[in-house]
Every structure is written in structure tokens, then in C-alpha cells.
């Protein structure tokens, strides 16, 4: 009879160690598992959403320098200083910054404009951007001489959020 006990105690140990085992592999598995994309726990977001939230933190950032920022079309503005200013260019209108500035596109499709034939230099990509091509977000573009600029591409709905440094013209 103590044969026959210590045989039921080894099948009920052997038992109760194999569903350990198990309990323990699919904890793990749930807690390695992948997120619902779109549910509480995994939301998802729009490009659109991201750009927003990365400009209104840009302009944080640079209010809390003491960087004047734009949030309102003007005619005119910027300065000769070295900051950076974000800008609106709403669509249909047409930045064209000064000789020597600078200027980045952060959310939006737009194109360049020259007042001749030459084209808008892409620091970025080291090429040269020719009047009415798209000009590329987060890349530098510099403006070696007035009369250049950027406005919305033809087929945008949205405004042209962009950093600038040196002066600009809205038109």
C-alpha cells in the first residue's frame, strides 16, 4: 500500500508541476502579446495629428527661448536676427522670403516660386529646386537672392506651416 501511495503522490506531483508550467507559459505569452492597433491600450494616429502636435511643440520650445512666434498670416514680417519664426502661409498665398534667409516646410505641400528662371537651393539634398516643383518637408532651403519663395501646391486644402529665419513677404 505505501508503494501505491508514493506512485499516487509522484502522478499528482508530476500533474500539479506540468499545469505550473503551463499557467506560467501563457502569462508570459499575455504579457508579451501585441496591442490591439486602434484600442485603448494602442491608439491610432493620423500624420496630420503628429505634424500638429510637432509644430505646437516647436513654437512651445521656442516661445520658451524668446523666439516670436506667428500664428496669424501678416503681409509682411520676420527680422534680420538669427531666430527661428514659425509661420502660417495659408493656402493660396505666397511666402517669398528675402535674400539670405532660410526656411523650413514642417507640415503642408508646397512649391517654389523665383522670379526668373532659378531656382530655390535644397541644402538637404544639395540640389536645386526649380520654380513650380514640390519642395520637399524638413529640408533647408536658402535664399541667395528677393524674389523666391513657396506657396501652397495647386491640389493642397491645408496651410503651410513652415521655419523661417530672415525676413518675409505673405502675398
Known amino acids: 500500500m505505501l508503494k501505491s501511495n508514493k506512485r499516487l503522490f509522484s502522478i499528482a506531483g508530476a500533474f500539479l508541476a506540468g499545469v505550473a508550467c503551463v499557467l506560467v507559459f501563457y502569462s508570459s505569452a499575455e504579457a508579451n502579446s501585441v496591442k490591439t492597433p486602434g484600442s485603448a491600450d494602442d491608439p491610432v494616429v493620423t500624420k496630420s495629428y503628429v505634424d500638429a502636435k510637432v ?10 527661448r524668446g523666439t516670436t512666434t506667428q500664428s496669424a498670416p501678416s503681409t509682411s514680417g520676420g527680422s534680420a536676427g538669427s531666430s527661428l519664426e514659425v509661420v502660417v ?6 511666402m517669398i522670403v528675402k535674400a539670405g534667409g532660410e526656411l523650413v516646410i514642417r507640415t503642408g505641400s508646397a512649391v517654389a516660386v523665383s522670379s526668373d528662371t532659378n531656382g530655390l537651393p535644397d541644402l538637404t539634398d544639395g540640389v536645386d529646386i526649380a520654380p513650380g516643383k514640390p519642395v520637399g518637408n524638413n529640408h533647408l ?3 541667395p537672392r528677393d524674389g523666391r519663395g513657396v506657396t501652397t501646391a495647386p491640389d493642397s486644402k491645408t496651410d503651410l506651416i513652415v521655419l523661417v529665419r530672415g525676413e ?4
Open 55 to 64: 509644430a505646437e511643440l516647436v513654437k512651445a520650445e521656442l516661445d520658451k
Open 89 to 94: 502661409v495659408p493656402v493660396g498665398k505666397t
Open 141 to 143: 532651403i536658402w535664399f
Open 168 to 171: 518675409y513677404e505673405l502675398k
